[in-house]
C-alpha cells in the first residue's frame, strides 16, 4: 500500500522532516521560501495531506471546486486564523494544531518583552551597538520598575496562567485579567491572580497590559482606540497572541501621542510587514515572532504534527482536531 502524499511548507526541524520522511511520501521545502496561493491551492489538489504554518494563507478561495485531494491540514501551531475554517469543514478537510508544548516559551517571551520596554532595553541596546553611548549618567534612559505593580492579561488560558505566574511569583506583581469565561477564584489565585468584568476594567487598573486571546474575527481589533484611551497614561502593551487582536493603525497613534507610554511586540496584523511608522518608533521593543522559537518547543510542535496526522490516515481522531 502506497504511503499518503504529504506536503511540508517550510522547513522544520531535523528530526521531525527524518519522522515525516520515513512514515509519509513525503515532499520538503528545501529552500524554505514561503509558498504562494496559487502553490498552496496547487498543493490542495495534489497531496493527501498539507502541513502549513501560521504564515501560510488558505483563504476561501483555495478550496474552491471539486478537485481538491487534501484530506487533513496538519497546522505547525497554536493558531489557526490564517486558514479559513469554514472552507476547510465544507470540503470535509480535518484541520489540527499544536496545543499545550509552547505555553511556557511563549509566556518567556511576553516576559522578556515586558522587562526590555520597562527597562528601555531595545532603546539601550541599539545605543550601544551604533557607538553612541556616552557614559553611565543618572538621568540615562530611566526606565520604569517592574517589582510591585499591575499586570493586566487578556485571555487567561495556558499561557495567560503562565505568564501571571511569572509575573506575581518571580517579579511581585499583582496580576488581574480578563477571560469570556468564569475562572474559579481558587484555580485564579494559584498564579496569584484575580478576574475582572470587562476588559475595561482590566486596562484601566494595569501598568502593563498583556495579550493571550486567540485570533480570528471575533477578536479582531480588539485592542482599538477607545480601548488604548481606557488605558494609563504610562502604561505598556504587550503582544504575544496574534497580530490581528490588536488594531495596528491604533496602537501606533496611541504611541505617537503618547496615549500608553510603549509596546512590546512579537507578532503584527501582516506579518512579516512591519509598518514603518512602528519600525521608527523608539518607545517600542520588536520581535519577529520568537514566541515558540526554541530548539525544544518547534521539534515537540513539529511531532505534534506527526502524531497527528498519522492518526488520521490509520482510522483514528487525531489529538488535536480544530475541525
Given at each position: 500500500m502506497s504511503k499518503p502524499r504529504i506536503?511540508?511548507?517550510?522547513?522544520?526541524?531535523?528530526?521531525?522532516?527524518a519522522a515525516l520522511s520515513q512514515a509519509f511520501d513525503a515532499t520538503l521545502n528545501e529552500g524554505d521560501v514561503a509558498l504562494d496561493a496559487s502553490q498552496l491551492r496547487e498543493a490542495l489538489l495534489s497531496y493527501d495531506a498539507v502541513l502549513p504554518t501560521?504564515?501560510?494563507?488558505?483563504?476561501?478561495?483555495?478550496?474552491?471546486?471539486?478537485?481538491?485531494?487534501?484530506?487533513?491540514?496538519?497546522?505547525?501551531?497554536?493558531?489557526?486564523?490564517?486558514?479559513?475554517?469554514?472552507?476547510?469543514?465544507?470540503?470535509?478537510?480535518?484541520v489540527t494544531n499544536t496545543p499545550g508544548v509552547l505555553t511556557d516559551c511563549t509566556a518567556d517571551i511576553a516576559m522578556l518583552l515586558l522587562i526590555s520596554i520597562a527597562r528601555r532595553g531595545g532603546e539601550g541596546e541599539r545605543e550601544v551597538r551604533a557607538g553612541a553611548w556616552a557614559g553611565w549618567r543618572p538621568t540615562?534612559?530611566?526606565?520604569?520598575?517592574?517589582?510591585?505593580?499591575?499586570?493586566?492579561?487578556?485571555?487567561?488560558?495556558r499561557i495567560g496562567k503562565a505568564f501571571a505566574q511569572r509575573c506575581h511569583f518571580g517579579f511581585g506583581m499583582d496580576?488581574?485579567?480578563?477571560?469570556?469565561?468564569?475562572?474559579?477564584?481558587?484555580?485564579?489565585?494559584?498564579?496569584?491572580?484575580?478576574?475582572?468584568p470587562t476588559v475595561e476594567d482590566v486596562l484601566g487598573a494595569a501598568d502593563f497590559v498583556s495579550l493571550h486571546c486567540p485570533g480570528g474575527a471575533e477578536n479582531r481589533?480588539?485592542?482599538?482606540?477607545?480601548?488604548?484611551?481606557?488605558?494609563?497614561?504610562?502604561?505598556?502593551?504587550?503582544?504575544?497572541?496574534?497580530?490581528d487582536v490588536v488594531d495596528e493603525a491604533a496602537l501606533i497613534s496611541?504611541?505617537?501621542?503618547?496615549?500608553?507610554?510603549?509596546?512590546?511586540?512579537d507578532v503584527y496584523e501582516a506579518e512579516p510587514h512591519v509598518p514603518e511608522r512602528l519600525r521608527a518608533l523608539d518607545?517600542?521593543?520588536?520581535?519577529?515572532?520568537?514566541?515558540?522559537?526554541?530548539?525544544?518547543?518547534?521539534?515537540a510542535m513539529g511531532m505534534k504534527v506527526v502524531d497527528n496526522i498519522t492518526a488520521f490516515f490509520a482510522g483514528r481522531e487525531p489529538p488535536d482536531r480544530v475541525v
Open positions: 506536503l511540508v511548507t517550510r522547513r522544520w526541524p531535523a528530526s521531525v522532516e501560521v504564515s501560510d494563507r488558505l483563504p476561501a478561495a483555495l478550496f474552491e471546486g471539486d478537485a481538491v485531494r487534501s484530506k487533513i491540514l496538519g497546522n505547525f501551531g497554536v493558531g489557526f486564523n490564517h486558514i479559513d475554517i469554514a472552507a476547510a469543514k465544507s470540503k470535509g478537510i480535518v540615562h534612559l530611566v526606565g520604569t520598575k517592574v517589582t510591585g505593580k499591575t499586570v493586566g492579561i487578556i485571555g487567561f488560558g496580576v488581574v485579567f480578563y477571560n469570556r469565561s468564569l475562572v474559579d477564584p481558587a484555580e485564579a489565585a494559584r498564579y496569584g491572580a484575580r478576574q475582572l481589533h480588539l485592542m482599538n482606540a477607545a480601548r488604548f484611551a481606557t488605558m494609563k497614561p504610562g502604561a505598556f502593551l504587550i503582544n504575544t497572541a496574534r497580530g496611541a504611541l505617537e501621542q503618547g496615549t500608553i507610554r510603549g509596546a512590546g511586540l518607545n517600542v521593543v520588536l520581535l519577529p515572532h520568537l514566541g515558540s522559537a526554541t530548539e525544544e518547543t518547534r521539534t
